[in-house]
């Protein structure tokens, strides 16, 4: 069949309401039993104590969470340290003398 024949098939094909109908529920039940299928695939990687696609996911969505977490704890720290570095610096006693004592060579 060419390619303007298989179309005008598939547009007679959906004209018809018996077929749309049956197309339709034949989707429904290939949903559903696929949705079956995956909580049975689950049910099993559970069993054996293997990770699901869905334990990943929701695994790397904590692990992201927790590494934001982790540079906004960094970026307060040198925030805190920033602030600190000024008042230390005011605190420290200031020589007397511009060059450090010569050694004596005995």
Do not use: C, T, Y
């Amino acid at each position: 069949m060419s390619e303007e024949g298989v179309a005008s098939f598939l547009n007679e094909l959906m004209a018809n309401e018996a077929w749309r109908r049956r197309l339709g529920s034949a989707g429904e039940r290939l949903l559903a039993n696929k949705h079956s299928f995956d909580r049975n695939i689950e049910s099993i990687l559970d069993f054996v104590n293997i990770p699901s696609k869905r334990d990943v996911r929701e695994l790397k969505a904590r692990l992201d969470h927790l590494s934001s977490q982790l540079v906004n704890l960094s970026m307060k720290i040198d925030r805190m340290l920033a602030q600190s570095e000024p008042l230390a610096q005011e605190s420290k006693p200031r020589s007397s003398r511009s060059s450090p004592r010569p050694r004596k060579n005995h």
